[in-house]
């Protein structure tokens, strides 16, 4: 099985898409939707913006690490969820996530790391609340593989955030790789296609087909 985290402002529809045209009829995609529905967008563009950051729901500034932590039970709730009531195969999940989901799917795997097979980043963001610098050697205590992957052109999320968490995945000396790309600056399909087959078929991290991700 696979948990599959959105993006900011986005629904469960995107990711859902790219996951049907893989056609992997033996694969079950889980992709909630994250917790906090962005009102004034919502409003604004006439359809429904989610999103999982203590922002949206305006906490205070005691309560964002909280917040967050309650997200990333609210996903990791969700899987244990479909886990119960659909016929999943017994087999710990792929955490992946694009932007936002990107680094809630480090929250979920750091916070439920013995039940977590790999996890795949794409375009994350990050916030500190979060203390990734605290949480990530357990990926390396537990051989969580971890594959980062990041436009150098992003202008979303700019590349500086993830030079700062491959500073931190290899302060904590994880099994990972990080992959940066040239092209579609703030996208996932392409990369996250690429990513999600070697990660299915168990390729290590240290393997050599991990570096060839991105044209």
Request: hydrophobic fraction near 40%; include cysteine.
């Given at each position: 099985?696979?948990?599959?985290?959105?993006?900011?402002?986005?629904?469960?529809?995107?990711?859902?898409?790219?996951?049907?045209?893989l056609?992997?009829?033996?694969?079950?995609?889980?992709?909630?939707?994250?917790?906090?529905?962005?009102?004034?967008?919502?409003?604004?563009?006439?359809?429904?913006?989610?999103s999982?950051?203590?922002?949206?729901i305006?906490a205070?500034?005691?309560?964002?690490?909280?917040v967050?932590?309650?997200?990333?039970?609210?996903?990791?709730?969700?899987?244990?969820?479909?886990?119960?009531n659909?016929?999943?195969?017994?087999?710990?999940?792929?955490?992946?996530?694009?932007?936002?989901?990107?680094?809630?799917a480090?929250?979920?795997?750091?916070?439920?790391v013995?039940k977590?097979?790999?996890l795949?980043?794409?375009?994350?963001?990050?916030?500190?609340?979060?203390?990734?610098?605290?949480?990530?050697e357990?990926?390396?205590?537990?051989?969580?593989?971890?594959?980062?992957?990041?436009?150098?052109?992003?202008?979303?999320?700019?590349f500086a955030?993830?030079?700062?968490?491959?500073?931190?995945?290899?302060?904590?000396?994880?099994r990972?790789?990080?992959?940066?790309?040239?092209?579609?600056?703030?996208?996932?399909e392409?990369n996250l296609?690429r990513a999600?087959?070697?990660?299915?078929r168990?390729?290590?991290?240290?393997?050599?087909?991990?570096?060839?991700?991105v044209?």
């Open positions: 099985p696979v948990l599959l985290l959105h993006g900011n402002g986005q629904t469960p529809e995107l990711m859902l898409r790219w996951a049907k045209s056609q992997m009829a033996d694969v079950a995609f889980i992709c909630p939707e994250a917790p906090y529905t962005k009102v004034r967008e919502s409003i604004a563009d006439h359809t429904l913006r989610l999982a950051a203590p922002d949206d305006a205070p500034s005691e309560m964002r690490a909280k967050m932590e309650a997200s990333a039970d609210w996903y990791f709730a969700a899987f244990e969820e479909a886990r119960r659909l016929p999943l195969y017994d087999e710990k999940p792929i955490v992946m996530g694009f932007s936002q989901g990107g680094y809630y480090s929250m979920v795997a750091t916070r439920h013995d977590v097979r790999s795949v980043m794409l375009s994350a963001s990050y916030y500190p609340e979060a203390q990734m610098e605290v949480h990530a357990k990926l390396r205590r537990y051989e969580v593989d971890v594959l980062h992957t990041h436009g150098r052109n992003d202008p979303t999320v700019p955030t993830a030079e700062r968490i491959e500073s931190m995945l290899a302060s904590a000396q994880t990972h790789v990080f992959v940066p790309y040239e092209r579609r600056p703030h996208t996932h392409d296609t999600f087959l070697l990660v299915l168990g390729v290590p991290v240290a393997h050599a087909a991990w570096l060839d991700l044209d």
